[in-house]
């Protein structure tokens, strides 16, 4: 006898439900749009960058200053609040 014929059809149902929506949650989660680079000082070539949340990392607000960056930058100020998920860095281009 199939699967669907049993007596716990309405519960796989549900089960497979649910992990449908939760893949849907995850690849959204996973697909977020990159927070900018704001300009800070023009005659300075300072920038500042937000990288929070749980889909960026530190290294992610690097990755955004080596683009803004084209010869390089020095890192002015790195952010990082105690639970992990705040993060920003001031960065200055060469």
Known sequence: MPFFYSRDYKLR???VL???????ACSILMNTQEQPVALVDAKANIYRTTCSGMAETIGTC???AKRT???GYEVLNENLDSSGVHRS???QCK
């Open 69 to 71: 960056c084209k010869e």
């Open 62 to 64: 690097h990755q955004k």
């Open 13 to 15: 149902k549900y089960t």
């Open 18 to 24: 649910s992990l449908i929506v939760l893949n849907g």
């Open 89 to 91: 860095i001031r960065f």
